[in-house]
């Protein structure tokens, strides 16, 4: 169960390469970045400025981003027990959580490059815009700025990371395509419709009160990402008015949920 550096690096270094040889990754790529200009454009958000195209972004992303991280994630695993891969694995080095380890950061590093481009037209509508939304938001602490869209963007990418891990536990749980098709199937209408909808009822029941509401949302990565990007980017006032603790506990649930992910699929990847 050891963690050794150079069995991570070298895994993550293969996986790195072999995604980016998939000509499928490159697709799902130029998939998100065409849907993203079109919401730039369609959503008029483009012509205004970075946070308009950011406003116009964020509920589509929280569908988007999970699916691009599923579609990075959910077969590495199988893909590596049907060529015996990871029968190799579990007779000598390297460790079952080496193996994890690497593979999650190389998906991860492939997985932020994909959003980074995905996302690049949105960068480039609010470039175009010019200073058309600086005064539209002049009154507000924080104007119109390409850093507001960059933190959007690295948000997304948190959000798609913890995703990521999610999706390699359900890879390192089953033995079939079938199988892995109905995990993330099912794991995504969890994260992106049941964990809310829980919440939700749990609220109605009056078991949580309305003052600790916006904690509990962070228990949802999808809120949690929606949350932050409410707080940090859309309103940015909002952190320096109170809301940091809301911020810690929203970016404390992205990373729990890429722990649980990552620990799960040490723990299945093989059977000792």
């Known amino acids: 169960m050891n963690l050794d550096r ?3 690096e070298a895994i993550a270094r293969r ?5 980016a040889r998939t000509r499928a990754s490159w697709f799902l790529t130029v998939g998100i970045a065409v849907v993203v200009s079109g919401l730039a454009v369609l959503g008029g958000g483009g ?4 946070l308009p195209v ?3 972004l964020s509920m589509p992303a929280e569908v988007l981003v999970p699916l691009l991280a599923f579609a990075f994630g959910y077969r590495v695993f199988l893909d590596d027990r049907r060529s015996g891969e990871l029968a190799v694995h579990a007779i000598m080095p390297p460790s079952r959580v080496s193996v994890v380890t690497g593979v999650f950061l190389g998906r991860a590093v492939v997985l932020a490059v994909a959003l980074a481009l995905g996302f690049l037209p949105g960068f480039v509508a609010g470039a175009l815009a010019g200073d058309a939304g600086g005064a539209l938001y002049a009154t507000q602490r924080g104007a119109d700025s390409p850093l507001l869209y960059l933190r959007f963007v690295s948000l997304a990418t948190l959000y798609g990371i913890s995703s990521l891990a999610l999706a390699l536990a359900v890879s390192a749980a089953v033995r079939s395509t079938r199988a892995a098709l109905a995990g993330v199937f099912g794991l995504g209408l969890m994260l992106l419709v049941g964990i809310d909808l829980g919440l939700f009822g749990a609220v109605v029941s009056g078991l949580v009160g309305t003052e600790s509401l916006p904690v509990a949302l962070a228990f949802s990565p999808n809120a949690a990402f929606r949350a932050l990007v409410l707080t940090t980017v859309v309103d940015v006032a909002t952190v ?3 809301g940091l603790g809301v911020v810690l506990a929203n970016v404390a649930s992205l990373v729990a949920w890429t722990i649980v ?6 723990v299945t990847v093989w059977d000792d």
Not at 15 to 19: L, M
Not at 47 to 50: D, F, L, R, V
């Open 6 to 8: 150079r069995h991570v």
């Open 15 to 19: 996986e790195v390469v072999t995604v």
């Open 47 to 50: 012509a205004s400025g970075y």
């Open 54 to 56: 950011v406003v116009d």
């Open 240 to 242: 320096s008015s109170g």
């Open 261 to 266: 992910g990552v620990s799960g699929a040490v």
